[in-house]
T-cell receptor, first 111, second 108 residues
Framework: KAGVTQTPRYLIKTRGQQVTLSCSPISGHRSVSWYQQTPGQGLQFLFEYFSETQRNKGNFPGRFSGRQFSNSRSEMNVSTLELGDSALYLC??????????FGPGTRLLVL | GIQVEQSPPDLILQEGANSTLRCNFSDSVNNLQWFHQNPWGQLIILFYIPSGTKQNGRLSATTVATERYSLLYISSSQTTDSGVYFCAVEIGDYKLSFGAGTTVTVRA
């Protein structure tokens, strides 16, 4: 099976813009989670979706939002970008609690 | 929320050496995983180990759930073992809480 794919892999934006990141889970996986990784805060949970429903949300401002489609693909959106949003954004998909697989990530740089 | 502490923060090894990484967590968990992050940022799951002991080649892990810690052992280290090792736990809320990681550097 193909692994988790994330697009784009790299992105440069300016402050105030918005961005949409995409994640395609492994075939058959219905749960998709998003994480933000920064040098200062480490890996932090953003949200988790299962069958198009958000089941949990991390401690991020409302500028961060997400959704999941009927084919389990997920998108996350960040509006009004700030310099501090520069990070590696990782998506993970899983079928069972034991099988959590991460994508290669999207590196976002906000100038 | 649950606290996850990893030690040591950094580890420098000579090729062939053995090492132990530790993960302490502050609450009962139903999911504990060890990951390796390579220099390109890819997180690879090493073990799903909420309790007990598992081995995979030169790597093994032990979780003592009653005492709230887990250990990752690297034996006969190789330069390809370099990277950051993360412990992550879940308390049933579909969210993994990660430790700060241990950066391992294996020198030839």
């Amino acid at each position: 099976k193909a692994g988790v794919t994330q697009t784009p892999r790299y992105l440069i934006k300016t402050r105030g813009q918005q961005v949409t990141l995409s994640c395609s889970p492994i075939s058959g996986h219905r749960s998709v989670s998003w994480y933000q990784q920064t040098p200062g805060q480490g890996l932090q949970f953003l949200f988790e979706y299962f069958s198009e429903t958000q089941r949990n949300k991390g401690n991020f401002p409302g500028r961060f939002s997400g959704r999941q489609f009927s084919n389990s693909r997920s998108e996350m959106n960040v509006s009004t970008l700030e310099l501090g949003d520069s990070a590696l954004y990782l998506c993970a998909s899983r079928y069972t609690q034991e099988t959590q697989y991460f994508g290669p990530g999207t590196r976002l740089l906000v100038l | 929320g649950i606290q996850v502490e990893q030690s040591p923060p950094d580890l420098i090894l000579q090729e062939g050496a053995n090492s132990t990484l530790r993960c302490n967590f502050s609450d009962s968990v139903n999911n504990l995983q060890w990951f390796h992050q390579n220099p390109w940022g890819q997180l690879i799951i090493l073990f799903y180990i909420p309790s007990g002991t598992k081995q995979n080649g030169r790597l093994s892990a032990t979780t003592v759930a009653t005492e709230r810690y887990s250990l990752l052992y690297i034996s006969s280290s190789q330069t390809t073992d370099s990277g950051v090792y993360f412990c992550a736990v879940e308390i049933g809320d579909y969210k993994l809480s990660f430790g700060a990681g241990t950066t391992v550097t294996v020198r030839a």
